[in-house]
């Protein structure tokens, strides 16, 4: 079944304002990896975890792996913020293979 | 660093033809991933190999697809007898290996497969 459930689907920020994404996992993961799809289509990656926070400029994930979620902080959006977001975890008893979530389409306006 | 490189870009088939893939990996990176990517399945995994060798290839499908890594530079994916079902975006990606951060993927651009 679905082991990487990501929400919000869709997202609208005005300019300046943030928000955070959030993956729920139906079971224990080893780490997690944020990516955002760029202009070209190319999966670019954002953050990679085992456990706690990192922070990059405006963003900000967070992974408990006991509570099995991570979330992806998005502070003082940007309009090139816009495009889609996916996570994707691996688990304990998958080897390294990625399981993504279905993405977040975020659209920063004016 | 020039990044995964994936050729071709596009490529369009007919039905029953066979079509193959290619990605440079990221030089040094011993992991090797490929995935697929249609609106309706989102990201699937299909294979990866580490230091050339097959590790996992649960993603594949059993029958017409297979994958192979000759050298460190350079791995394919090959689909025989494409079908419609099989057109959508597939993606390569690598990573240094296991290891604290290790398996940070980096992929490519795609390679957008089309059946008609």
């Known amino acids: 079944g679905d082991q990487v459930e990501q929400s919000p689907s869709a997202l609208s920020l005005h300019e300046g304002t943030g928000s955070a994404l959030r993956c729920n996992f139906t079971t224990t993961m080893r780490a997690v990896q944020w990516f955002r799809k760029n202009s070209r289509g190319s999966l670019i990656n954002l953050f990679y975890l085992a456990s706690g926070t990192k922070e990059n400029g405006r963003l900000k994930s967070a992974f408990d792996s006991k509570e099995r979620y991570s979330t992806l902080h998005i502070r003082d959006a940007q309009l090139e913020d816009s495009g889609t977001y996916f996570c994707a975890a691996e688990a304990y008893n998958m080897g390294y293979k990625l399981t993504f979530g279905t993405g977040t389409s975020l659209l920063v306006d004016p | 660093n020039a990044g995964v490189i994936q050729t071709p870009r596009h490529k369009v088939t007919g039905k029953g033809q066979e079509a193959t893939l290619w990605c440079e990996p990221i030089s040094g990176h011993s992991a090797v991933f490929w995935y697929r990517q249609t609106i309706v399945q989102g990201l699937e995994f299909l294979t990866y190999?580490?230091?050339?060798?097959?590790?996992?290839d649960s993603g594949m499908p059993k029958e017409r697809f297979s994958a192979q890594m000759p050298n460190q530079s350079h791995s394919t994916l090959k689909i025989q007898s494409t079908q419609p079902q099989d057109s959508a975006v597939y993606l390569c990606?690598?990573?240094?290996?296991?290891?604290?951060?290790?398996?940070?993927?980096?992929f490519g651009e795609g390679s957008r497969l089309i059946v008609v």
């Open positions: 190999f580490r230091n050339q060798a097959p590790i996992d």
């Open positions: 990606a690598s990573s240094l290996g296991p290891g604290d951060s290790g398996n940070t993927l980096y």
